[in-house]
Every structure is written in structure tokens, then in C-alpha cells.
């Protein structure tokens, strides 16, 4: 019997692929209000050229992966596919007896084929003929989508292409509407007897049990060392994946994600601990990368202090967040750490001299200021005032002009009068003022707005 589902309460790609079908019951409340971007519109052509450009477009990545993962972007060749589908079948094989999925590999993957019921990684587009734009696309999202093979969260024919397919494979696929949305698609986005043609990148999978480790499995099993890696090491490439595209808050939740699961794990030997401090290492260097492309300083301090095998990089992206943090002594401190390990190392002199240079600017600034501060023993109160107000204002905006730094602490010697302007005006400046504790004293600091 067909199921009736109300569409404005929502349904599963499982109910809708059902053999008996799915009917929508529309109540009064339904109008046609729907985004013309998601509306199936026949009349939307373009021309070879561009289609050719977009398909070449979509596959091309020639972004740097500072997190270690394998890229093979560049081993894929450009090819003309053509506008319309009959060309692009041309080029494919039939990956099913009956021909009603076809595929071209656009880049080979390594290793085995995709067990069944896998947890896999992609990012893909899929495209009705003739039409401009994806109608689906992970990469408009801005992120890979992760899905578990056979479980009906896919149409079939993807599902069933996905399982052909190896780690790192890029693949076009042709999808005849039996695999589809069938016979009457699902207005308005998809149109009736819709062949569909998916670019697919298989960027990882966890096989069945290694999938279970993180979705199914109790406490004692998940504990697993050996279980828990397989399932940490997805996260990871997850995690490089949204780094390498700017993602970096989902790079950070699939870091803590995985450092949450491996710090839980059973260890049963030593060598199984020096893997896992390897892996926790690795972990919470790239989430202080992370924190620092997000601002967050402190969080970064944190992470690099949880790195148990520090490298120069640790080093070197403790100092960027001290220095971001106002903590210039500090911060050339872990600089100079990690060029006792790499003592050429380009990057750690580099920051090394940034740090220098804002200790020493804000120093230059703070003496004269200082200085100004004593020419003005002779004047009145409301000369010195005025005088006071405009040094404060020109200390507030020098450090909302440096983008490098989110913090900046105040010196001590500098007049209680000077101070209390210098307040006042970060505060009218949307800046922030804090106090904090350290070595038995009081360290005032400006704080940028978006200093976390």
C-alpha cells in the first residue's frame, strides 16, 4: 500500500525510493512559494563549451593541503564531454548487466573497492541534462557529505555506483531513472523520467565494522585501540579535507571528535601507546592550526600543550598565538624552542621577527607617550586632558590596524591618568578592556572584539 506522507513534515530518500511508491497529501496551507532556484525549468540550455568548462571546473583542485593528506587533483586530465548525456555515454561502461548505469573514471583510486555498507566520504554534484547548475552538490555546502552504504540514504543507482569505486576515485556516472526518482521524479525540483549524471570524488570509507566503531558499538567495544584507529584516521582525513577548503569550524569538531574517541581508547602494550601519542600529537597540532586560522588563541595554546611529540610546527604555531595574544616574551620563547630543532627553519624566523617587530613598536609607542606624558607637567588639566585623549586615541587605533594581533597589554608605567583615557576611548571604540592576574600583579590589556 503507498504511503501518504505530508511533504511540509519531511520523508526519508528510503520512503520515497519504496517499492510502492510515496503520495503527498497537500493541505490548504501548500503554495507554490517555492525559491525559483529550486524549480525544474525544461527550457534551460547551455552551450558545449560551457558544460565542458563547468564538468573540467568541478574536478580541478589545485588548493595547497597543509594537513599531510594525499592529493591527487593534479593527475586528472581534462576531457570534453559534451552537452548533452547520449555524448557523455559514449565514453562510459555499462556498470550493470542491463546498461542502466554507466561510468567514466576521471581519476583512478588506490587500493580495494568499497566494501558494501561502508561509512563513505564524498563530494559530488549531480545534474539533469541540459541544465547550468548542479541541482545537488556537496560542494555548494562547502563540505564533503558522509553516507552509509545500503541503508537507503542515497537513490539506488549512486549507491550502487559508489560501491564500484576506490579511495581517491574521481567518476562521472550515468543514472537511468529506474535508478532514479523513477517515472515521475519529484517536482519541483525533479522532473519526470529523469536520467541524472553524478561527478563523484571518493575521498575515504570506513568498511562495516570500522563504521560500527563510531555509530554502533558499546563503550567496552568501542575501546578498542585497533578499532578506534581505523575510525580516528577517517576523522582525520575529514578534517584535512575541510581545512584544505576553508572549513575551518568543521575541521575543528572532526579533530576534537577524534581526539575524544583515541584519549578514550584501551591500550594493551607499549607499542600501542606510542602509536597513540602519535596519533594525539598529530591531533592536536592540526587543531591548533585550526584555532589559530579562527582567532582563537588560547584555544591554540591549549592544543599545542596537549601535543606530547612537539615538532618545530608545534612551536611554531604556539608562538603565532602567543604573539596574537599580546605575549611577545612568551611567544619568542616557543619560536626559539623550535629552532633548536630546526635552526633554518623559514617559518619560525619569519614569526620570530614579526613577534620582535610588534614588541617593538608597541614599546617605541608606550615611550612616547611616556614622554609626551612629562612635556605636559607645566600645562592645565584640560590641555593635558586633550593631550591625553589624543594619545589614547592614537594607541587604540595603531592596534585596531594591526590584524596580526588580537592583544595588547598595557604598560605599567604609564600614567593613571593616561590609562584611564585609554580605556575610555577603546571602549568607544568597540575594543575591549581586561585585567588579569599574573605574577602576583595586574596586567591590563586591549582586547579585540573577536579575541577568543
Not at 69 to 75: F, V
Not at 233 to 249: C, I
Not at 312 to 331: D, I, N, R, V
Request: proline share 4%; net charge negative.
Amino acid at each position: 500500500m503507498t504511503n501518504c506522507k505530508d511533504p511540509l513534515a519531511g520523508f526519508t530518500l528510503k520512503e520515497l525510493m519504496a517499492d510502492d511508491g510515496l503520495t503527498f497529501d497537500f493541505g490548504e496551507e501548500f503554495k507554490d512559494d517555492i525559491d525559483d532556484r529550486y524549480k525544474y525549468n525544461p527550457n534551460v540550455n547551455i552551450a558545449d563549451d560551457d558544460l565542458i568548462k563547468f564538468m573540467n571546473l568541478e574536478l580541478s583542485d589545485d588548493e595547497e593541503d597543509t594537513q599531510n593528506t594525499p592529493d591527487y587533483s593534479n593527475k586528472i586530465e581534462p576531457i570534453s564531454l559534451g552537452l548533452n548525456f547520449d555524448k557523455v555515454k559514449g565514453k562510459m561502461v555499462d556498470l550493470t548487466p542491463d546498461g542502466k548505469i554507466k561510468k567514466l573514471i576521471r581519476q583512478n583510486g588506490v587500493g580495494e573497492i568499497v566494501p558494501q555498507e561502508s561509512l563513505v566520504t564524498i563530494k559530488y554534484s549531480g545534474y539533469f541534462e541540459g541544465q547550468d547548475d548542479p541541482y545537488d552538490s556537496s560542494h555548494m555546502r562547502g563540505s564533503p557529505d558522509r553516507y552509509r552504504l545500503n541503508q537507503g540514504n542515497l537513490i539506488w543507482g549512486l549507491d550502487l555506483a559508489i560501491q564500484s569505486m576506490k579511495k581517491h576515485e574521481v567518476s562521472i556516472f550515468w543514472i537511468h531513472p529506474d535508478y532514479a526518482y523513477g517515472e515521475l521524479g519529484c517536482l519541483p525540483l525533479v522532473p519526470p523520467q529523469a536520467e541524472v549524471m553524478f561527478i563523484v570524488h571518493l575521498i575515504d570509507y570506513l568498511d562495516n565494522g570500522s563504521a560500527d566503531t563510531g555509530e554502533n558499538l558499546n563503550r567496552e567495544q568501542r575501546n578498542i585501540f585497533a578499532q578506534v584507529k581505523k575510525f580516528v584516521h577517517h576523522l582525520l582525513v575529514s578534517g584535512a579535507d575541510n581545512f584544505k577548503h576553508g572549513q575551518y569550524r568543521r575541521a575543528i569538531r572532526d579533530y576534537k571528535r577524534a581526539a575524544n574517541n583515541i584519549e578514550d581508547a584501551q591500550l594493551d602494550n607499549e607499542e600501542e601507546e606510542a602509536e597513540m601519542k602519535r596519533i594525539v600529537s598529530r591531533i592536536y597540532q592540526n587543531l591548533a592550526i585550526c584555532y589559530n586560522k579562527e582567532n582563537m588563541p588560547r584555544q591554540a595554546c591549549i592544543a599545542c600543550n596537549k601535543v606530547v611529540n612537539k615538532t618545530c610546527k608545534t612551536y611554531y604555531h604556539y608562538g603565532k598565538a602567543l604573539t596574537k595574544m599580546g605575549e611577545y616574551s612568551q611567544a619568542i620563547e616557543q619560536l626559539e624552542l623550535g629552532l633548536n630543532l630546526s635552526p633554518n627553519d623559514a617559518d619560525l624566523i619569519k614569526q620570530i621577527n614579526i613577534t620582535n617587530d610588534f614588541n617593538m613598536k608597541y614599546s617605541v609607542i608606550e615611550k612616547q607617550m611616556w614622554g609626551k606624558c612629562l612635556g605636559l607637567d607645566n600645562s592645565n588639566e584640560d590641555a593635558r586632558n586633550k593631550e591625553y585623549k589624543k594619545l589614547a586615541i592614537e594607541l587604540c587605533e595603531e592596534f585596531m590596524k594591526d590584524e596580526n594581533i588580537l592583544r595588547q597589554p598595557l604598560s605599567e608605567g604609564l600614567r593613571p591618568e593616561v590609562g584611564k583615557m585609554i580605556r575610555k576611548e577603546a571602549l568607544a571604540m568597540g575594543l575591549n578592556v581586561t585585567i588579569h592576574e599574573r605574577y602576583g600583579k595586574e596586567v591590563v590589556y586591549l582586547e579585540k572584539p573577536n579575541y577568543k
